[in-house]
Nanobody
Framework: QVQFVESGGGLAQPGGSLRLSCVASGFTFSTDAMRWYRQAPGKEREFVAIISSTSRSINYADSVKGRFTISRDNAKNTVYLQMNNLKPEDTAVYYC???????????WGQGTQVTVSS
């Protein structure tokens, strides 16, 4: 079945860095775009970044542009999110999902918690 398993979250200080990973399975990873989303307490889930299947097209939410970098390794069925210059407002649970499954939360994983605090 389709699965997304996120990891790499934790506690970081403002200005610090974290690298998230997401291993996907159950579908042809190399042919689909991959997205990262996040959900802060009491807020709606929001888009963070997207990368095309070939990595040629990448887009970011304005709130993370210049600080976050999305990448993927199709040989490992893995998508990454490098987060630099973290801010307290980046605190959230981070999720990855393939484009084809983004419309149904039934396919989404458990996410990984990122907390930015001094």
């Amino acid at each position: 079945q389709v699965q997304f398993v996120e990891s790499g979250g934790g506690l970081a200080q403002p200005g610090g860095s974290l690298r998230l990973s997401c291993v996907a399975s159950g579908f042809t990873f190399s042919t689909d775009a991959m997205r990262w989303y996040r959900q802060a307490p009491g807020k709606e889930r929001e888009f963070v970044a997207i990368i095309s299947s070939t990595s040629r097209s990448i887009n970011y939410a304005d709130s993370v542009k210049g600080r976050f970098t999305i990448s993927r390794d199709n040989a490992k069925n893995t998508v990454y999110l490098q987060m630099n210059n973290l801010k307290p407002e980046d605190t959230a649970v981070y999720y990855c999902v393939a484009n084809a499954y983004a419309g149904s939360y039934a396919y989404w994983g458990q996410g990984t918690q990122v907390t930015v605090s001094s």
